[in-house]
């Protein structure tokens, strides 16, 4: 027999459902992820669980897609929309449940206003450069300067980026791997935009997300 979903995920749904079909967004599976597709990158909405309490924490972000992995990353805005919101009642999570998807939507439409193109994710690192950013920021800032001919700064972050890994952790040891190479080559910008395009297709298909072409 088919498991069925608790009150306050159905609430959840229903009302993401609703806000969020006139931008885009879809569902992943059955689960509280939903997700807006721009070729290289996500919006990513997560009704977040507690182990403890029947309710919903927020989180919005998005997913850069040229790291290679099946599953979805918080690369931008990480940090919760809200604090726990409890189940009440049905009625009182209604109203809780609405909230969330319009601040959800909101947060949605920022981030898209923000990264309309990898120009503009490339400038949004750069005004970011004095604050701390090492590890994955800085792989991804990295990404985002080579693809648009900032090779001497894409050269620096990646060799920051390595300078962080532990070469006798097999996972640390191929991203240092991959740093190198994509560092050798990103002079060569449409060399370095080809490889990146690539490992987005191949996140995709790990991802399960539909088949579409992918340019920057």
């Known amino acids: 027999m088919a498991q069925t979903s608790p009150i306050h995920s159905k609430i959840l749904i229903d009302a993401a459902r609703r806000v969020f079909a006139p931008i885009g967004m879809f569902q992943r599976g059955r689960s509280r992820l939903w997700l807006g597709d721009h070729g290289w990158w996500l919006d990513v909405v997560e009704f977040q669980p507690s182990s403890w309490s029947k309710g919903s924490y927020l989180n919005v972000s998005c997913t ?7 599953h979805i990353s918080f690369d931008v805005g990480n940090i919760r929309e809200s604090n726990f919101e409890a189940f009440e009642n ?10 969330l998807a319009v601040r959800a ?27 701390p950013g090492d590890g994955w920021p800085a792989f991804h800032a990295a990404v985002a300067h080579g693809i648009c001919g900032r090779s001497d ?13 532990n070469p006798d952790v097999e996972w640390q040891r191929n991203a240092m791997k991959e740093s190198a190479y994509l560092a050798s080559i990103v002079n060569n910008t449409d060399q370095f935009r080809q490889a990146i395009l690539e490992r987005v297709v191949q996140t995709r298909q790990l991802q399960k997300l539909p088949q579409s072409p992918v340019s920057f």
């Open 64 to 70: 850069w897609l040229w790291n290679v992995k099946d």
């Open 90 to 99: 049905e009625g009182q999570f209604r109203a809780v449940a609405e909230g």
């Open 105 to 131: 939507k909101e947060k949605v439409l920022h981030y898209r206003a923000l990264f309309p193109s990898i120009e503009a994710v490339s400038k949004f690192y750069l005004r970011r450069e004095e604050e």
């Open 153 to 165: 700064a894409a050269v620096n972050l990646l060799a920051r980026f390595s300078c962080e890994l």
